[in-house]
């Protein structure tokens, strides 16, 4: 019976994170300095060089939304709201929601920094990449119990490995005020 309704507790939480469809196309970044990339990669041409920089390990999708107090006085998502995002070597402008392709550096991606502006109200949000790996070791151990969790938070720390995991952005939504 108490799992029937921890079932339910579960899909309602569920049904009040979902969001507007995302309709449009994913929108790919721009390198600031093109000449510099090769494709996506904005360090291209310089790791072609023998640079050392950052190794490219192929494309992410950012997913990004907007939310605002509305009219009734509720809390919801908005559509259409003019953004634009900046990582200091890629930047693009796009409206909410929507799907953004960004590289993949791994532990060396770029912090992502997204404004978005809807009339009188406007705000930004910086976003640092995480390890997708590791988030996911730690969200097998929330049901754990706190010690369960103390010890597989030290077995997560002990088996994390920049260059193997999997590095990339949580969902960035931007509360417009």
Known sequence: MKLSYLAAAAVLVLAGCEGAEITQPPITVTPKNPSAAVGLDVYGRARAQGSPVPRF???ESVQ???RAQLE???????TGVPCTLDSGVYTASFTTPANIIVPDYGPDSPALFVRCVH????NSVTMQPVNLTAQARSASAAGAGLVGAIVIGAVNEARRNNETDDFGYNPITVRLR
């Open 57 to 59: 390990r192929g494309q």
């Open 64 to 66: 990004v939304r907007t």
């Open 72 to 78: 009734d006085g509720s809390n919801g998502e908005l």
């Open 119 to 122: 009339g009188e109200k406007s």
